[in-house]
């Protein structure tokens, strides 16, 4: 595998179920990121991870819970999701560094869909 | 903090004809600037990026994009468009402090045969 992978690729889950997003890069970057994209929205940037550490939520509802067990896996928990939660989740890695440019580097996404 | 414009949700063009992306971006601080290129159900794909040196940046597939810091503008063009160049464009923007992107809003390409 190379770049940035994401599992599963597509999800359908009722409101009550409890579902997990992988995502695996492959770059040995030391940041990873998840950002929601709905349809005719802007991309929305939800989790950020540097050094395994989350550096950044934003207010993003609780029924999202992301975890990152090592600076190569990142995880997003789902439960009690809403319709409105249906969209294409995207995960990035990049390298933060002093002489890095910030270029991130994307997954496929997850297409999840909220019945 | 930064901000990105991007103008036109929509352009649509003759294949042949030349593709012109519009971003305007606000930074505080000296930018570095990205086009990201997203087919449909994939993933966002870096297209080109400016960090420093050459203001005419040349990426992937034939496009190219100039910075011009005194109109604050990162403009995309490709000369002649091919039906594969249908997608949805990014301009995003970062700061030499802070490793977060700033995305635009976005721009879908059509490409008429």
């Known amino acids: 595998e190379t770049g940035v992978t994401q599992t599963p690729r597509h999800l359908v889950m009722g409101m009550t179920n409890k579902k997990s997003l992988k995502c695996e890069q492959h770059?040995?970057?030391?940041?990873m990121y998840w950002y929601k994209q709905s349809a005719k929205k802007p991309l929305e940037l939800m989790f950020v991870?540097?050094?395994?550490?989350?550096?950044e939520n934003n207010s993003v509802p609780s029924r999202f819970s992301p975890e990152c067990p090592n600076s190569s896996h990142l995880f997003l928990h789902l439960h009690t999701l809403q319709p409105e939660d249906s969209a294409l989740y995207l995960c990035?890695?990049?390298?933060?560094?002093?002489?890095?440019?910030?270029?991130?580097?994307f997954g496929p996404g997850t297409r999840l869909t909220v019945l | 903090a930064q901000s990105v414009t991007q103008l036109g949700s929509h352009v649509s063009v003759s294949e042949g004809a030349l593709v012109l992306l519009r971003c305007n971006y606000s930074?505080?601080?000296?930018?570095?600037l990205f086009w990201y290129v997203q087919y449909p159900n994939q993933g966002l794909q870096l297209l080109l990026k400016?960090?420093?040196?050459?203001?005419l940046v040349k990426g992937i597939n034939g496009f190219e994009a100039e910075f011009k810091k005194s109109e604050t503008s990162f403009h995309l063009t490709k000369p002649s468009a091919h039906m594969s160049d249908a997608a949805e464009y990014f301009c995003?923007?970062?700061?030499?402090?802070?490793?977060?992107?700033?995305f635009g809003a976005g721009t879908t390409v059509t490409v008429r045969a």
């Open positions: 400016y960090t420093t040196g050459a203001t």
């Open positions: 770059l040995g970057h030391n940041a």
């Open positions: 995003a923007v970062s700061d030499q402090s802070d490793y977060k992107l700033s």
């Open positions: 990035a890695s990049s390298q933060e560094s002093t002489s890095g440019s910030g270029e991130q580097f």
């Open positions: 930074s505080s601080v000296p930018p570095y």
């Open positions: 991870y540097s050094l395994e550490e989350r550096v």
